[in-house]
């Protein structure tokens, strides 16, 4: 499937426009996903090991999650202040 | 109350906004362009969102800070675009029965801002340079640019 990646901060001035597409195989993974970027977009390459994707609006668990067809994504390089997950406090 | 958006933002406005008689305190945060970082020399800061995600971020970390202490008000408003010196970039306001509570809810939902919530910042240095603040990472050559490069 075709598949639209919307691009921020500094992932978006590496790899000099705000979205792109890929082809992704069949029920697609966060991996497939990443390497898809990396092939499309070598600019990006170096920088995707710190840069995590966000399915509909919600961070990715692991590589391993599958992408729902039709599903909003986007690279989120570290936010400004922090990057790692924080701790539900329920 | 929870807004991203590009005009000033009227901090005290929205600190009366959560006031309520229930509320024994308020607690008002205020996030504000810093001109030095160690020896370097920042001339604006330029915030960029992905707004969708970021009200929806901001949203459940509202859920979860309700859930954990008797919020009364709350309030969290994010600036994007081009910041100067001193200008507020962001704003939380909360108000509990006792001023504990709101201490605690108020640094919890900024600290958990800054961790999650999809909003960037670059420095625009006074040397002429530009960088995407990275955690970890103040000043790596590796995500530096100039700024003509920009878009």
Known sequence: ?90 | MIEIRLEPIDHAAITDQVRSNQAGAVCSFLGTVREMTGDRQTLALDYEAYPVMARKTLEDLEIQARKRWPILGLAMVHRVGHLELGEISVVVAVSCPHRREAFEACQWLVDSLKEVVPIWKKEVWADGTEEWVQPGRPASPDVQSERPRLE
């Open chain 1, 1 to 90: 499937m075709l598949a639209t990646i919307l691009l921020f901060a500094v992932a978006r001035e590496r790899a000099g426009v705000a979205s792109l597409t890929v082809e992704l195989p069949e029920n697609p993974t966060v991996s497939d996903l990443k390497a898809a970027i990396a092939r499309i977009s070598p600019a990006l390459a170096p920088i995707l090991p710190m840069i995590r994707i966000a399915v509909n609006s919600e961070y990715a668990q692991d590589d391993h999650q599958v992408i729902p067809e039709g599903a909003e994504l986007a690279a989120i390089p570290p936010v400004s202040g922090g990057g790692l997950p924080i701790e539900d406090p329920s």
